[in-house]
């Protein structure tokens, strides 16, 4: 069975531009979160998708946004970047909440982006 | 509202001594309790997990966990470290079942000395 899938792995933008990163899940979970991992703050979640609706969300200014798709793959965006964006972001799929979900969660090995 | 805290930054170990790495954790529900591992520029992978059976938790590589309701903990423990151990480690806290937001520790880097 196949991981999660991040794409791009490594990319470099500049400030005031903005980058999409894209995240495909195992396949049968439909459930899709996101996470930023900085050396300053640790592990932050940023938001949740499941069936293409956003569940849950963390304190993140609106420059940070997410979707998903039918197919369960899920995209997040960063408009406008600055410095302090720089991270590796990292995506993770589970099972449907319930149905024996212990909350486990499978982390993808993420997209570190560096803003300059 | 729950919280999770790792109670050392770095553990340095040698080849071959025991491992500890400490977790606290603060529930308002009975929680779900994981230790995830991340080497260098890695995702996350899941090393063990308490979901309210077995208090004493058995996961990979040697590892091990016991849940103390008592005293809020989750530490983990290898009774022998090998070179390869070597990463960073996360002590996560989630509620059963439903839709939830995971609380992350700060993470514990383990270093092991040949």
């Not at chain 1, 999660?4 to 990163?21: A, D, M, N, S």
């Not at chain 2, 040698?14 to 591992?37: A, D, I, K, Q």
């Amino acid at each position: 069975k196949a991981g999660v899938t991040q794409t791009p792995r490594y990319l470099i933008k500049t400030r005031g531009q903005q980058v999409t990163l894209s995240c495909s899940p195992i396949s049968g979970h439909r459930s899709v979160s996101w996470y930023q991992q900085t050396p300053g703050q640790g592990l932050q979640f940023l938001f949740e998708y499941f069936s293409e609706t956003q569940r849950n969300k963390g304190n993140f200014p609106g420059r940070f946004s997410g979707r998903q798709f039918s197919n369960s793959r899920s995209e997040m965006n960063v408009s406008t970047l600055e410095l302090g964006d720089s991270a590796l972001y990292l995506c993770a799929s589970s099972l449907q909440p319930g149905q024996g979900n212990t909350g486990e969660l499978f982390f993808g090995e993420g997209s570190r982006l560096t803003v300059l | 509202a729950q919280s999770v805290t790792q109670l050392d930054s770095h553990v340095s170990v040698s080849e071959g001594t025991p491992v500890l790495l400490r977790c606290n954790y603060s529930s308002s529900y009975s929680p779900s309790l994981f230790w995830y591992v991340q080497h260098p520029n890695k995702g996350l992978q899941l090393l063990l997990k308490y979901t309210s059976a077995a208090t004493l938790v058995k996961g990979i590589n040697g590892f091990e966990a016991e849940f103390k309701k008592s005293e809020t903990s989750f530490h983990l423990t290898k009774p022998s470290a090998h070179m390869s151990d070597a990463a960073e480690y996360f002590c996560v806290v989630g509620a059963s079942g439903g839709s939830y937001i995971p609380t992350f520790g700060r993470g514990t880097s383990l270093i092991v000395h040949p």
